[in-house]
């Protein structure tokens, strides 16, 4: 029994070491470059930036899909804010603080729920929000402002104390208290498709419960597109709160340089957007852009230093120069009867519809109306809404996910069985050989007694 445990820790043991070697042996092989040939140590910060801009961009490894440029961020995303497709992926569902571009879920609800004459009151909670270095434009106990002027406050200046107010405001309007606001902007996100957030603040001020994702703030602006009023704040660039006895004047102006004529990233396309900054955030952006043809959505996380804006305009020029909109016909699909929505899907130029496959889910609490999503090799490149004829077939909402993860599931299973397998047969192969030495050293010794 101690020779058959020798026997299978000296397997394990070596399975374990030749695993073990297996990334030293790539790191052995991997081209160095010129620096580090001479000798010469890279700066970790540089080093960390090349890194970061080498890391694999998702949608770049889908068949004859256009090749999208790198990135100084953690996580981007170019989405199409009339077809819902995602043109462009780096690590869109990886979890991410935004800081102050949480603001623009704010806004969303505000939008939603209030009149623009609503009275904004900055009570003592407000305040307590604020901390050395925090956005804020100096609002005092008591101030009262318009709901209108809020906005202005909360999008141009990023001022948190204003956003934490507006949260109150709309809570308010509903008979609830803030974490109402807070409740209602986690289910409000997860109505609009997203599925790694949480948000516990409506500034953005760190909180590490606090985070969402580069796909989950597409869906939020896309659906800020349906607000002309937000479009007119983000394209001032210089606001005044007046005076009035119950706040002194406040100015202040856009912080989004690709909003701003004349200056050196402005952007001609861009339309609307958010700027976020914090320490343990670095610099996050949300963008939109309207060419004439297209309105995109990007949105970069963790970006370093220098290079938000010109990684922003280096998506949407991507997205603009190698997309268009191709039309889908009722016609095209058995189940369907009529398009109800936007009948156009975005791909790449050249490419054919019959090379996108397509699911049709129920809506919810609608017997005869669909969505008829279309993707390709799973990249989503359009969503419309449709009328359905009698006979058809739905798909249920969270199957496709589910058949993902039991693949996955299955694949772990399938590795493991593979390397019990290698394990059996090592140690058969390793027993085998032990007896076979044993008869060999048992025949030596009857022939010498010979």
Known sequence: MKKVLRTVSYVLMSVMIAIAAVPQTARATAPTDAAQTQGEAKDPYQQQLEDTYKQEV???????????????????????????????GKNIDQKEYPASITKLLTALLAFEYCDMSAEVVITPECLTCLGDGYASIGMKEGNVISMEQALYA???????????????????????????????????????????????????????????????????????????????????????????????EHVFQQKHEMLIPGYSDYYEYAVGGKTGYTTEANNTLVTMADNGNMKLVCVT????????????????????????HTAVS?????????????????????????????????????????????TYEDNPVGQIKVQVNKDASFKET?????????????????VVAVIIILIVAALIGFTTWQQRQRRRRRRRRRRRRR
Not at 219 to 239: M, S
Not at 398 to 414: F, I, P, T
């Open 398 to 414: 969270g199957a496709q996910d589910e058949e993902k993860a039991s693949g996955s599931v299955w694949k772990v299973v399938l």
């Open 330 to 374: 009722a016609e095209e699909n058995a189940e369907v009867a009529k398009m109800l929505d936007t009948v156009n899907v975005t791909i790449p130029a050249g490419f054919e519809l019959s090379s996108l496959d397509s699911s049709l889910e129920q809506v919810t609490g609608a017997n005869s109306e669909g969505l008829l999503s279309y």
């Open 154 to 248: 909360m999008l141009l200046a990023s001022s948190n104390e204003v956003a934490y107010a507006v949260g109150e405001t709309v809570a308010k309007s509903q008979g609830e208290d803030y974490q109402w606001f807070l409740d209602e902007m986690n289910r409000r996100v997860e109505e609009l498709g997203g599925t790694n957030s949480n948000f516990v603040n409506a500034n953005g001020v760190q909180d590490e419960n606090h985070y969402t994702c580069a796909r989950d703030m597409a869906l939020v602006a896309k659906e800020l597109f349906n607000y002309p009023e937000f479009f007119t704040i983000c394209q001032t660039t210089n606001y005044t709160i007046p005076a009035s006895a119950t706040t002194e």
């Open 301 to 324: 996380l963790k970006v370093f230093p220098g290079h938000v804006y010109s990684d922003t305009k280096a998506l949407l020029d991507y997205g603009f120069s190698n997309f268009q």
């Open 58 to 88: 998702q949608t770049n490894s889908l068949k004859e899909w256009p090749q999208g440029p790198g990135i100084y961020g953690d996580a981007g995303i170019v989405m199409d804010a009339e077809t819902g497709a995602i043109l462009y």
